[in-house]
């Protein structure tokens, strides 16, 4: 809507007509994600991500909502009733791969999603409420996930659980009771696990709600593109419906392969084989990790391993992995660079490499065990992290010498546009 | 597509090949779209068949039951199911009352020996369901209202059923349905 | 303002982690971990190789009868199959009949009908298989004071699985003489029977296949301990994941099909987009 040239809605049928007058819902479809919503025209496939992560966690819920059907939230028959659903119920199997494998390609998108915009500078004024909603999607999902893997009771279940409320246990004077509370009762057990099934299920809805929020504050400014230059005028945009439908069904498509395949055909690589020993109180496992996606997190928490000033290791750790993703919000007054694109900031993008290696090396270190060299590694990878968004990143941003900007996106595509010669190139 | 009107490009490559680029065009968008429509289908199977019974569940479809200590004009309530079902050792009595009905009188014309085995005509094996909404009929256990036909009654919206289990007055449609059964030997009756 | 604040929070986490990597190294030189035995002589799974392999894999349903065989005359000794009822059997080629017969069998937990007492009958192919300890300190007191794990996931339950069960069944052997050597103090203890393919290389379990036609096949495979120890290999990944086939044979199907409709989405994206490329495509 906030285009002059956008597309209206003109109802083709006299009973959308007669719909649109009393509740203008296809009006909105339309305006949101059909042919009313301009985008630019010079999107490259970094932009396929957020359809796709809205795709998984309409995947999620409806695969959810159907495992919940079968699935029993109390901890003497929960293991069972997930072995039920695998066994027994016509095609359980299916769903609760398809569950579990889609928990972690909502993540992969996600991530992908988010380094998209790391990259172009997507936070940047203004959209930096789509930047801060994403961040508290983000959040919700991470606690999603993370009561979602506790409700199987397998082992890494059980034992997640256990060091993740743990995690509160480091908060000074109410960490203990806290604790307590969050489990409800001394260890995980069946009341934790209950309340975990409850918000579990419920948590989901609330994405979706913060979802509309997020799409809701891209259409005021509109998306951003690669060259992180404005649209200024129509050439540069081109209607949602059917460019870019279009290519999110190729995009959808090439996501399904590769989901399918990991469903059909490895759909435990990514799984811990723990989980499937039932929870078991009396024994932890040699080697406690979270799921795959955490995993940068976690090398960060357990990169803490000294006391510092008067704050313990504890204490550390878990302020560093809260933070780590705190830092996410202020992200847009940290980096106040004129110029969005990492295409046209030659220093930005190198420290942007340093960072994505630097994620990569923290996520293999957060698999591995607790032991030297990993610690050690991580440690270093902890640092520059925390260099790259608080340090790194304000002081780049005043140095830097960006590269020249295209004057337009048709510029950027087509190599001249007509209307620059009217103007001053900025 | 018709949309599209509002987006004239400064650039368009080419005008429109002839009528059949346009046939291309829209064979292809419509397959596109038709393969979307499959698929979308076709996931639909496993999310609709996951509600029917599991194979835990269908796997215990069917009941043995030792008929043995029933004497004549007692019954037993046993599981199939997981729904009672009546098995009623009839006297010759009740088999006559039975056969007396002229068919023409019955809401659901069925003689008793349609609704039995043959060799086994005392064995009168039905579902405890009133056919009317589900309802546990009484008349299986000692002491308990048959209603006035002798068979069974339902409490709940007083269906009375004959000593064939056949319906005669109250608000039910059919008998009390017959599950599939067999004897696998003179005692031993297998439901399902 | 914000990123004069940034700089400083960003620089105490910086300086706290870096405080933990100086003082982690200066131990680490100090005090380098010592070397384990079980660190040196823990060994990966050895290969195994099963029809089940790869992604077109399907069971060897004489293999999986000769594993459950396997099974139910040894490991069924200690060892509950929690997950699996006998109606599953079908799945390995086993007819109606043979399936009740097999369920007969065995001795389930019942109530006898007259007094209400708990009491053993017969199984029925519904029937799940039956635990051989009432609870896990029954079977601690009878185990050296280890609880035999239930077996329906252990193929998924450890990395490599079945490869890791094979192993492990046909990799007992005496402490070898290097590693007492180097870790005297690493002698298995009386009761526990080394390994190398256990994660702590000494097991509780005392080699429980060890001679050849422990089992009599009836399909006249040569029983000899590492046929048996791959039979049940076979069996046991069968009892965790019995929708194996299943899940292969939908997977080609769906990959086919996804294939097929991406090329027409990428058709469809490339004639909607014809009119608007660019120099730069």
């Given at each position: 809507m906030s285009f002059p040239w956008a597309n209206e809605?003109?109802?083709?049928?006299?009973?959308?007509?007669?719909?649109?007058?009393?509740?203008?819902?296809?009006?909105?479809?339309?305006?949101?994600?059909?042919?009313?919503?301009?985008?630019?025209?010079?999107?490259?496939?970094?932009?396929?991500?957020?359809?796709?992560?809205?795709?998984?966690?309409?995947?999620?819920?409806?695969?959810?909502?159907?495992?919940?059907?079968?699935?029993?939230?109390?901890?003497?028959v929960a293991f069972d009733s997930t072995e039920h659903i695998m066994r027994d119920v016509n095609w359980g199997w299916m769903l609760?791969?398809?569950?579990?494998?889609?928990?972690?390609?909502?993540?992969?998108?996600?991530?992908?999603?988010?380094?998209?915009?790391?990259?172009?500078?997507?936070?940047?004024?203004?959209?930096?409420?789509?930047?801060?909603?994403?961040?508290?999607?983000?959040?919700?999902?991470?606690?999603?996930?993370?009561?979602?893997?506790?409700?199987?009771?397998?082992?890494?279940?059980?034992?997640?659980?256990?060091?993740?409320?743990?995690?509160?246990?480091?908060?000074?004077?109410?960490?203990?009771?806290?604790?307590?509370?969050?489990?409800?009762?001394?260890?995980?057990?069946?009341?934790?696990?209950?309340?975990?099934?409850?918000?579990?299920?419920?948590?989901?809805?609330?994405?979706?709600?913060?979802?509309?929020?997020?799409?809701?504050?891209?259409?005021?400014?509109?998306?951003?593109?690669?060259?992180?230059?404005?649209?200024?005028?129509?050439?540069?945009?081109?209607?949602?419906?059917?460019?870019?439908?279009?290519?999110?069904g190729f995009g959808l498509g090439v996501f399904l392969i590769l989901y399918c395949a990991m469903l059909f055909f490895l759909p435990n690589a990514l799984g811990h084989p723990d989980n499937y020993i039932p929870a078991n109180p009396m024994s932890t496992p040699a080697h406690i990790v979270p799921e795959?996606?955490?995993?940068?997190?976690?090398?960060?928490?357990?990169?803490?391993?000294?006391?510092?000033?008067?704050?313990?290791?504890?204490?550390?750790?878990?302020?560093?992995?809260?933070?780590?993703?705190?830092?996410?919000?202020?992200?847009?007054?940290?980096?106040?660079?004129?110029?969005?694109?990492?295409?046209?900031?030659?220093?930005?993008?190198?420290?942007?490499?340093?960072?994505?290696?630097?994620?990569?090396?923290?996520?293999?270190?957060?698999?591995?065990?607790?032991?030297?060299?990993?610690?050690?590694?991580?440690?270093?990878?902890?640092a520059y992290y925390f260099l790259h968004f608080l340090v790194i990143l304000p002081i780049v941003s005043s140095i830097e010498k960006p590269e020249p900007l295209p004057y337009s996106i048709t510029e950027a595509v087509l190599g001249s546009d007509d209307k620059a010669a009217l103007k001053p190139a900025s | 597509?018709?949309?599209?009107?509002?987006?004239?490009?400064?650039?368009?490559?080419?005008?429109?090949?002839?009528?059949?680029?346009?046939?291309?065009?829209?064979?292809?968008?419509?397959?596109?779209?038709?393969?979307?429509?499959?698929?979308?289908?076709?996931?639909?199977?496993?999310?609709?068949?996951?509600?029917?019974?599991?194979?835990?569940?269908?796997?215990?479809?069917?009941?043995?039951?030792?008929?043995?200590?029933?004497?004549?004009?007692?019954?037993?309530?046993?599981?199939f199911r997981k729904q009672p079902v009546f098995v009623r050792n009839l006297t010759t009595k009740e088999i006559a009352e039975a056969d007396a009905v002229p068919l023409s009188e019955l809401r659901d014309p069925q003689t008793l020996a349609e609704r039995t085995k043959e060799g086994h005509e005392n064995w009168l094996i039905t579902m405890g369901v009133c056919t009317h909404l589900g309802c546990v009929p009484l008349g299986a256990g000692e002491g308990e209202n048959r209603g006035e036909f002798g068979g069974y009654f339902c409490p709940c919206h007083g269906s009375s059923y004959d000593t064939a289990a056949r319906i005669r007055k109250g608000p039910a449609p059919k008998n009390l349905e017959v599950p599939p059964y067999e004897f696998t030997s003179d005692t031993v009756v297998k439901i399902g | 303002m914000t990123r004069l604040i940034g700089i400083l929070v960003g620089l105490f986490f910086t300086v706290a982690v870096l405080?933990?990597?100086v003082t982690g190294a200066a131990n680490y030189i100090a005090e380098p971990p010592a070397a384990t035995a079980e660190h040196e002589f823990h060994r990966h799974p050895k290969e195994l190789h099963l029809s089940s392999d790869g992604p077109f894999g399907t069971f060897d349903k004489q293999q999986l009868q000769r594993g459950f065989q396997v099974y139910k005359e040894v490991c069924s000794a200690c060892h509950s199959l929690n997950h699996v009822a006998f109606r599953d059997l079908?799945?390995?080629?086993?007819?109606?009949?043979?399936?009740?017969?097999?369920?007969?069998?065995?001795?389930?937990?019942?109530?006898?009908?007259?007094?209400?007492?708990?009491?053993?009958?017969?199984?029925?192919?519904?029937?799940?298989?039956?635990?051989?300890?009432?609870?896990?300190?029954?079977?601690?007191?009878?185990?050296?004071?280890?609880?035999?794990?239930?077996?329906?996931?252990?193929?998924?339950?450890?990395?490599?699985?079945?490869?890791?069960?094979?192993?492990?069944?046909?990799?007992?052997?005496d402490q070898p003489a290097e590693?007492?050597?180097?870790?005297?103090?690493?002698?298995?203890?009386?009761?526990?029977?080394?390994?190398?393919?256990?994660?702590?290389?000494?097991?509780?379990?005392?080699?429980?296949?060890?001679?050849?036609?422990?089992?009599?096949?009836?399909?006249?495979?040569?029983?000899t301990v590492d046929q048996m120890a791959q039979d049940v290999s076979a069996f046991l990944l069968w009892t965790a994941e019995p929708k194996l086939e299943k899940r292969r044979q939908t997977g080609w199907p769906v990959l086919g099909f996804l294939l097929f409709a991406t090329v027409l989405a990428y058709l469809a994206k490339q004639q909607v987009w014809a009119d608007k490329k660019g120099k730069k495509g």
């Open positions: 809605y003109t109802p083709s049928h006299p009973v959308m007509k007669w719909v649109d007058e009393k509740l203008p819902l296809p009006r909105f479809v339309y305006n949101a994600v059909g042919a009313g919503y301009p985008v630019p025209r010079n999107l490259n496939y970094f932009w396929n991500f957020g359809v796709l992560a809205g795709f998984c966690l309409v995947l999620q819920i409806v695969t959810g909502v159907i495992l919940a059907m079968h699935y029993a939230p109390n901890a003497l609760r791969y398809a569950h579990a494998n889609g928990a972690s390609a909502f993540f992969v998108v996600v991530y992908l999603h988010i380094f998209r915009g790391f990259f172009f500078g997507s936070y940047k004024a203004p959209r930096e409420m789509i930047w801060l909603l994403g961040v508290v999607i983000f959040l919700l999902m991470m606690a999603t996930a993370f009561m979602g893997y506790v409700l199987p009771w397998g082992q890494m279940s059980f034992w997640g659980a256990k060091v993740i409320t743990g995690l509160f246990g480091a908060i000074p004077v109410i960490g203990e009771p806290l604790q307590i509370w969050l489990l409800g009762g001394y260890a995980p057990d069946n009341a934790s696990l209950n309340r975990f099934f409850s918000l579990h299920f419920l948590l989901p809805f609330v994405i979706a709600a913060v979802v509309i929020l997020h799409i809701w504050a891209l259409h005021i400014p509109g998306s951003s593109n690669p060259t992180g230059v404005e649209v200024k005028t129509e050439s540069d945009t081109v209607p949602f419906h059917p460019y870019y439908t279009a290519k999110d795959w996606y955490f995993w940068p997190f976690y090398a960060i928490l357990r990169a803490f391993t000294a006391d510092f000033l008067f704050f313990p290791a504890k204490l550390m750790g878990v302020l560093a992995m809260f933070s780590a993703i705190l830092v996410w919000f202020f992200l847009p007054w940290l980096d106040n660079s004129p110029v969005r694109s990492g295409h046209f900031r030659p220093l930005f993008r190198k420290f942007f490499y340093v960072l994505m290696l630097d994620v990569l090396v923290l996520g293999y270190c957060g698999g591995a065990p607790a032991a030297e060299p990993y610690v050690m590694i991580s440690q270093i990878a902890t | 597509m018709a949309e599209n009107t509002g987006t004239a490009d400064m650039q368009t490559v080419a005008a429109e090949a002839g009528d059949d680029g346009v046939r291309r065009r829209d064979f292809i968008n419509i397959a596109a779209v038709a393969a979307a429509g499959v698929g979308g289908i076709a996931t639909l199977v496993p999310l609709i068949s996951q509600m029917a019974p599991s194979a835990d569940v269908l796997a215990e479809s069917s009941t043995e039951l030792d008929i043995s200590a029933i004497q004549p004009g007692q019954a037993i309530k046993a599981v | 405080w933990a990597f079908a799945a390995l080629g086993y007819s109606e009949p043979e399936v009740k017969a097999i369920a007969a069998g065995f001795q389930v937990p019942g109530v006898d009908p007259n007094t209400g007492e708990e009491t053993l009958r017969p199984g029925t192919p519904t029937d799940y298989f039956p635990k051989p300890y009432p609870n896990d300190i029954a079977a601690r007191a009878a185990n050296n004071n280890a609880v035999p794990p239930d077996l329906s996931l252990m193929a998924k339950a450890r990395h490599n699985g079945p490869a890791y069960i094979y192993s492990l069944l046909t990799g007992f052997q590693l007492l050597k180097e870790f005297p103090e690493a002698k298995t203890p009386t009761g526990l029977h080394y390994n190398p393919y256990f994660a702590n290389l000494n097991l509780a379990m005392a080699p429980p296949l060890t001679t050849t036609d422990q089992v009599s096949y009836g399909d006249g495979t040569k029983a």
